[in-house]
């Protein structure tokens, strides 16, 4: 007697129910077999656009963090606080942004909207052009100019939301790693890059800083109309990401973020502006300063790693000791004017935050995952979750961004106020003391549902 078995499924015989606008209406990528023969692929691709609309959208966010150091040579005269301030206000604005494009991408389609938020980012760029010759405008005016560079903000949370649900749960982590630290390693191109094209072929352009950018929009909302698919399970009502608010942990993970990802966006937006008013060295901010960011971007996809392994709450913890030594360090060095060692504090500081910022990313999916186990883990469960999930990942990542406004405020009131940056520098070491205790009590603390899970 002999038995016959039906051959695999090849990839041309899977249906991914396509429909008009590159719309997929079938993913499921936790079947191994649709993912080994299909699903990478096409995740891969939409990751690989991904990250080359958010490394544009990053990268007009942070403009203003290096072209600041230029505008006393083109007629402005900006004290070291309104300097400040246009390096944090872009992030506030970015922040508030990041939720109504959490929910652009159920409403309209991950690929829909990121050829929209592309285009978006000509406003900014096109904006900084102007306003850099025209010092007769104001500080005002300027500053408003400066907010809509918060459009390149919003980019993050529409991007990791909708590259969340294109893999797997197991290689998550990995994946908005990669997706992050390519939209964050824009603030190092960009603080390496602009120095070099506004003095290209000599004199002074800044305009040129703003001009640079507006055809990579273009080309990075054409690559996603091309390139990038939209999922109709993405495609859900906004309810899930209204749900994902009733969460405690969604909260609980907005504040670690603060101290992650709102340090490493506050930090690369200070940094070159503390080189120039606390050490009076505008020739290291225009030089070096782009290293911090591009250590921490560099770090992101490993903190990620690290957390698939061992645990994201365990990496996260680490992350914030190394948070405290590069505090304590960068106050040190700032009582004893050591300009060698305030680089050194922030090389760590950025390492530090990076590696958070990977960790924490993966705790959120991890965290809903355990939830829908706890509900039943039913099909239908699990999707409501990762939905909700996703939700969670744009709020999240906006509560956290305002830690890009709040850094280089703090640091601007602590200059205007007591004449020096260690009153915030001594503030940083209590928070991220006490974010070692939340997240030891919410996800390690013996007993505790997370941590038997291993999140």
């Not at 080359?52 to 403009?63: D, Q, R, Y």
């Not at 002074?204 to 091309?226: D, E, H, K, S, T």
């Not at 503390?274 to 505008?282: A, I, Q, S, T």
Request: with cysteine; hydrophobic share 55%.
């Amino acid at each position: 007697m002999t038995t016959t078995t039906a051959p695999a499924t090849s990839a041309d015989e899977i249906d991914l129910q396509r429909r008009p606008g590159r719309w997929i209406g079938h993913w499921a990528p936790e079947d191994g077999h649709f993912w080994q023969t299909v699903g990478r692929g096409i995740a891969r691709r939409n990751l690989i656009f991904s990250i080359f609309a958010e490394h544009i959208g990053f990268s007009v966010w942070l403009l203003w963090s290096i072209v600041v150091v230029r505008l006393g040579d083109v007629g402005w005269q900006l004290t070291t606080s309104q300097a400040l301030w246009l390096t944090a206000v872009p992030s506030g604005v970015g922040a508030l942004l990041r939720l109504p494009y959490t929910f652009a991408v159920p409403i309209f389609g991950g690929r829909n909207w990121t050829i929209v938020s592309a285009l978006l980012l000509i406003i900014p760029a096109g904006g900084l052009a102007w306003a850099v010759q025209h010092p007769e405008i104001g500080f005002l005016p300027l500053l408003l100019i400066a907010a809509t560079a918060g459009f390149g903000g919003g980019n993050f949370a529409s991007s990791m939301a909708n590259i969340s649900f294109f893999y797997p749960e197991r290689e998550k982590g990995w994946a908005l790693g990669l997706n992050a630290a390519g939209g964050n390693i824009g603030v190092a191109v960009v603080q390496f890059v602009v120095p070099q094209v506004i003095v290209f072929g000599g004199g002074l352009a800044l305009a040129r800083a703003g001009l640079m950018y507006i055809p990579l929009a273009v080309i990075a909302a054409v690559c996603a109309f091309l390139f990038m698919d939209n999922l109709a399970e993405a495609k859900a009502d906004v309810g899930p990401v209204w749900s994902s608010l009733r969460h405690r942990d969604t909260w609980i993970m907005s504040f670690l973020y603060i101290g992650t990802f709102g340090s490493f966006i506050g930090y690369s937006a200070a940094f070159p502006t503390l080189l120039n008013g606390v050490f009076n060295r505008p020739d290291i901010a225009l030089s070096w300063a782009f290293l911090g960011a591009g250590v921490g971007s560099v770090c992101r996809p490993f903190g990620g790693r690290l957390a698939d392994v061992i645990g994201g709450a365990r990496i996260t913890v680490a992350s914030f000791v190394l948070m405290i030594g590069g505090a304590y360090l960068a106050l040190w060095s700032v009582q004893e004017r050591r300009l060698g060692f305030f680089f050194l504090a922030f090389m760590l500081l950025f390492v530090a935050t990076g590696i958070g910022n990977g960790s924490t990313y993966r705790m959120i999916s991890r965290i809903f995952q355990v939830k829908g186990e706890d509900l039943g883990g039913s099909p239908e469960t699990m999707l409501a979750m990762r939905r909700q999930a996703a939700g969670a990942l744009g709020i999240i990542s906006s509560v956290g961004a305002f830690g890009g406004f709040l850094v280089p405020i703090c640091y601007a009131w602590a200059k205007s106020t007591y004449g020096g940056i260690q009153p915030a520098l001594r503030f940083y070491l209590v928070l991220f003391l006490v974010m070692i205790v939340v997240t030891w009590v919410a996800y390690l603390r013996p007993g505790a549902r997370m941590a038997r899970a291993g999140v």
